[in-house]
């Protein structure tokens, strides 16, 4: 069938950034792209807006370490004005007794931090740090590598064959530590390390966020390394705050793609995909527009892609059985509060650096399991897993002088609950409770606030079950495996229909890997139907 020349070359479904990254460089190959995005702005989750009058923030995603250089650079970022903010120390956690733990700032000052809890973990301290370092610069390697993909011929072969050359190349104990991180659970992984535990709070925080699953679940040590193997300006397993909030990146993005003729259309939610004799052809819009092209490349989780936007019946049946039990729901709920001052800590009063910090109220791997426990138990935990940034203090853009705004991303509220309006409000005030009883006054000190429970991701923002990775980051559910065997290359099950988003590898968070990836895969493709 010849291709209309009035089409686009593919249309993309969704204008998160990983969206906008493979758009960006289909285009700059040559290819005409329409993104559609169903939302009234581009960026997906990482998009900055006003929540509440004169006060603005990143919405959904907050943070910034993950994107990854290569996209940086490609797409002309720093040149559209992406300025990174670093943390000046990684993690703050106030104690119950009124002592606090301060992480980051260097590794002879962590130690000197980890000292004042246990002489022995701040003498383990490089060993451990070399050792995820080793692992992240594996996972490094392989972020923008297509996975080999099971039964995908002569060149899923080459590409299994390469991979497993670099990984059998690896020192022994190397492939020991990433055996214990991909299988083992959080608790299993640091306590050969680490006897305080506050000192073990302090790693296995990155654990459970996004994470619906206890410290002690089996993998959960994998979420752990996920969060670690980013950098920001140069500088490995960094965080920061991008200036203008993380809809800036975005908005970045867009241009790029506008410059080399990307069309984005808004408020255009896709509601099906459609399908001629095993092959996706184009998609219906929710106002019954349909549109054509020969290449159809979904930015949303495979749940919603294939559990809502393509038919059943044209899936095979075990793959269709797969993705129905492909597991989604991260347990998360997201605050944005306007604040008229900033909170004080009794653990350490008055300003300082600790309030650029990610503050993280999670004092041990016990609360972190309670938490989990509590909130299959009652729907949420009573005491949250709470982690607070007030990018505000580094960035003026986003509140009235002398007022701030804070992002607080709490963890262990069950994404199967219906989330009624008067169970978010008893929810949000459980969260707040539990940032005033570490900081008395904070309460008061609120002006306004927006409340995303896991029912409002998946309202806002297509996350089926507020799943901000776009799927559990599982064993089962990583590398090969993402999402499904035999479908990690990026190229769904059907002719023509592609995958860019986070449930694809290397997974969630801004990175830009996806949808890099994805774009790389296409072009192999219309090279060889053209050779």
């Not at 008067?422 to 000190?445: K, L, M, W």
Request: net charge neutral.
């Amino acid at each position: 069938m010849a291709h209309d020349p009035s089409q686009p070359d593919a249309l993309i479904i969704g204008g998160g950034h990983n969206g906008l990254v493979c758009a960006f460089y289909l285009a700059r190959a040559g290819m005409s792209v329409r993104i559609l995005e169903a939302r009234e702005v581009v960026g997906g989750a990482a998009v900055t807006q006003e929540f509440y009058p004169g006060f603005r923030n990143s919405v959904a995603s907050y943070t910034v370490s993950l994107l990854q250089p290569r996209v940086i650079a490609d797409m002309g970022l720093v040149a559209r004005g992406y300025r990174v903010i670093e943390r000046p120390v990684s993690n703050f956690l106030p104690l119950p007794d009124g002592d606090h733990l301060i992480l980051g700032g260097g590794l002879e000052r962590t130690q000197a931090a980890f000292a004042r809890f246990s002489k022995a973990d701040a003498e383990a301290l490089p060993g451990y740090y070399a050792m995820l370092e080793r692992v992240a610069d594996v996972l490094r390697d392989l972020a923008l590598r297509p996975p080999p993909n099971l039964g995908g011929g002569v060149a899923g072969l080459i590409e299994a064959l390469t991979t497993g050359r670099l990984l059998s190349r690896l020192p022994c104990e190397v492939q020991r530590d990433m055996l214990d991180l991909f299988t083992k659970s959080a608790r299993e992984f640091l306590a050969p390390w680490f006897e305080s535990a506050s000192v073990q709070a302090a790693f296995g925080f990155d654990a459970v966020v996004g994470n619906y699953a206890s410290p002690d679940t089996p993998g959960s040590a994998y979420v752990l390394l996920h969060h670690v193997f980013g950098e920001v300006n140069g500088n490995k397993g960094s965080w920061g705050h991008v200036i203008g909030g993380m809809g800036s990146i975005t908005q970045m993005m867009a241009q790029a793609c506008a410059e080399h003729g990307v069309e984005i259309s808004l408020n255009s939610p896709v509601e099906q995909v459609l399908v001629e004799d095993g092959r996706a052809t184009g998609v219906r819009l929710a106002s019954g527009e349909e549109l054509r092209a020969p290449r159809i490349i979904a930015n949303v989780g495979p749940k919603l892609l294939y559990g809502r936007m393509v038919p059943r019946a044209a899936l095979p049946q075990d793959f269709a059985r797969r993705i129905q039990g492909y597991v989604c729901g991260s347990g998360s709920f997201r605050m944005n509060v306007a604040l008229d001052r900033l909170p004080n800590f009794a653990a350490l009063p008055g300003d300082g650096e600790h309030q650029r910090a990610g503050i993280v109220i999670a004092p041990s791997l016990d609360y972190m399991d309670r938490a989990f426990s509590d909130a299959k138990a009652h729907g949420w935990s009573r005491a949250p897993i709470v982690e607070m940034l007030i990018p505000s203090i580094v960035d003026d853009s986003l509140a009235p002088a002398g007022h701030h705004v804070a992002s607080l991303f709490c963890q262990q509220f069950d994404p199967k609950l219906d989330w009624t309006p008067q169970q978010e409000a008893a929810a949000a005030d459980t969260i707040i409770d539990t940032v005033e009883a570490h900081a008395p006054g904070f309460r008061a000190s609120i002006l306004g606030q927006q409340v995303l429970s896991p029912k409002g991701l998946e309202r806002t923002f297509g996350l089926i079950g507020g799943d901000i990775f776009h799927g559990r980051m599982s064993l089962d559910q990583l590398w090969a495996a993402r999402p499904v065997l035999g479908h990690a290359d990026y190229r769904g099950p059907l002719k023509g229909l592609y995958m860019c988003g986070s449930g694809t590898h290397p997974g969630g968070g801004v990175t830009g890997a996806p949808g890099h990836n994805a774009a790389k895969v296409v072009l192999a493709d219309r090279k060889w139907r053209r050779g």
